[in-house]
């Protein structure tokens, strides 16, 4: 006889997993479904998060995004953002873990704007007593 106590048998019920066949059977069903929609255009408005100068953005197509980092690239130039985290519109999300694969997804910008800022002066004021 082994008495119910908590820690004879946890409070939260036991997790059953599900079976690997019937998993893969799910998994190559939603994989399909995906790329039909993909194949016929039928997935409206996409979106992504790219991971791009030490932050994370939102974007969809038309766009703009302001960054306060130094780049060499010249106007005009188109650059490859390859830190995507996850692509979606309105009946599927792509989601990576950590990122998607560069084969996978593409997404691509287009350099508008340089412009230089004043430099910005840090002042720190530092008493010096009997110096």
Not at 69 to 78: Q, S, T, V
Request: charged share 25%; proline share 6%.
């Amino acid at each position: 006889y082994v008495p119910k106590t908590s820690l004879s048998s946890p409070p939260w019920p036991e997790v059953v997993l599900p079976d690997p066949a019937e998993e893969t059977k799910r998994h190559a069903e939603v994989v399909g479904k995906v790329n039909e929609l993909i194949a016929t255009g039928q997935y409206g408005r996409l979106f992504a998060v790219v991971h791009f100068a030490s932050q994370q953005w939102k974007v969809t197509s038309e766009d703009l995004i302001l960054i306060n980092n130094k780049l060499d690239i010249a106007c005009g130039e188109r650059i490859r953002l390859e830190k995507v985290l996850l692509v979606g519109a309105d009946n599927f999300t792509l989601l990576g873990k950590p990122l998607l694969g560069k084969d996978l997804v593409r997404v691509e910008a287009t350099v508008i704007e340089k412009t230089e800022s004043w430099p910005k002066i840090n002042m720190k004021f530092r008493k010096r007593k009997n110096y």
